[in-house]
């Protein structure tokens, strides 16, 4: 099937920004997805992508497409504590399909 | 205040028995979703259903079946439970429009022995 890929972890220092990487093999995408996980949680949508956009801007958060490179990240900006969590990435194009997910740790 | 609920929170169970876990969700949302969370895969789709008495298979649908009898509930069946079937299993549902945002349940934690 179509594999969607992140890094597992990433650790930043509070007040830094993180950027979490995810590279998918769907060319059909329609829309990306960036969700968030906290501990024995479900996972809440955070924002969303069209595929026709570069970019999506929402307050701390900043999602970048590279279409033809098949490449969505997601930054978010004055890293928080409260932001550590794991931030999962997905495609859809008929479903959804989920990155394994990216574990983020902030530093005080 | 809407919401999806799952139950239980937390199972064992032995190898071979039937296990049904429930998903209930309040928002009369016409899509529904089982997954579920392995470390190391992310979330991977078992089953999903557009409406009352539509079923569909996901990516990792073999061992597991669910029914929609109304909008509010999608129970998934384990017929015969399998070690391999140790996971979270996330529930979601969206409202059919743009399907833009899945709402997730907080999870439930099935352990087979």
């Known amino acids: 099937g179509e594999d969607v890929e992140q890094s597992l972890f990433l650790s930043v220092r509070e007040g830094d920004s993180s950027v979490i990487n995810c590279t998918y093999t769907?060319?059909?995408?329609?829309?990306l997805y960036w969700y968030k996980q906290e501990p024995g949680a479900g996972l809440q949508l955070l924002t969303y992508?069209?595929?026709?956009?570069d970019m999506k801007q929402d307050q701390r958060l900043t999602v970048l497409l590279n279409k033809k490179d098949k490449h969505l990240s997601l930054r978010i900006a004055d890293t928080q504590t409260g932001d550590s969590a794991i931030y999962f990435c997905a495609e859809k194009t008929y479903d959804m399909r989920f990155g394994a997910g990216t574990r983020l740790t902030v530093k005080p | 205040d809407a919401e999806i609920t799952q139950s239980p929170r937390h199972k064992i169970t032995e190898t071979g028995r039937q296990v049904t876990l429930a998903c209930h969700q309040t928002?009369?949302?016409?899509?529904m979703f089982w997954y579920r969370q392995d470390l190391g895969h992310g979330l991977r789709l078992i089953h999903y259903s557009y409406g009352v008495q539509d079923t569909n298979k996901g990516e990792v649908s073999d061992g597991y079946s669910v029914s929609r009898s109304n909008t509010e509930d999608l129970p998934l069946t384990l017929e015969s439970a399998a070690s391999s079937q140790t996971s979270v299993y996330f529930c979601a549902s969206s409202s059919g429009q743009g399907d833009h945002e899945q709402y997730f349940g907080p999870g439930t934690r099935l352990t087979v022995t």
């Open positions: 928002w009369n949302h016409n899509n």
């Open positions: 769907d060319s059909s995408s329609t829309y």
């Open positions: 992508i069209f595929s026709n956009m």
